[in-house]
């Protein structure tokens, strides 16, 4: 069991290193269908997109009556909800958001996502600096 995780965690992390490392430092161009590296939890999968040293792209997904863990980190973020309904929770205050809709805040202040409808929610974060914690999820 120990082994299995530790060699899952040392290809995870080599495959993300190795993108990172043959990025371009103009230029990054991302097919429909690719991604670079994903983590699935329960209710939940995040698959990122693009990473470079200023910013990335997150791809979320959250099926019904799921939700994020609480998240409080450096710089900022906005989320475009591509499908679905969602609750997105920024210190004390809601927001409840549809397709198309954006939100924008401080990552310093507490965060989390709450999927509110009855279909699964994807919504994709773009933030900067790149400090989304794998791991942590």
């Known amino acids: 069991m120990p082994y299995q995780s530790i060699w899952k ?3 995870k992390s080599y495959f993300f290193l190795t993108m990172v490392a043959n990025m371009d430092d103009k230029v990054i161009f991302i097919k429909k269908g690719d991604e670079k590296s994903k983590t699935k939890k329960s209710g939940k999968l995040y698959r990122l997109m693009v990473k470079s040293k200023k910013m990335e792209a997150i791809i979320s997904e959250i099926e019904p009556h799921a939700e994020s863990r609480w998240f409080r980190h450096n710089g900022e973020e ?4 591509l499908k679905g309904m969602m609750e997105y929770t920024v210190g004390e205050k809601s927001y409840n958001l549809s397709e198309g809709d954006i939100l924008w805040h401080q990552s310093s202040l507490k965060h989390k996502a709450k999927n509110i409808g009855s279909k699964k929610v994807t919504y ?3 933030g900067t600096p790149p400090t989304f914690m794998w791991n942590e999820l």
Do not use: A, R, S, W
Request: aromatic content about 10%.
């Open 124 to 126: 994709m974060t773009v």
């Open 9 to 11: 965690n040392f290809i």
């Open 78 to 81: 906005m989320h475009l909800v």
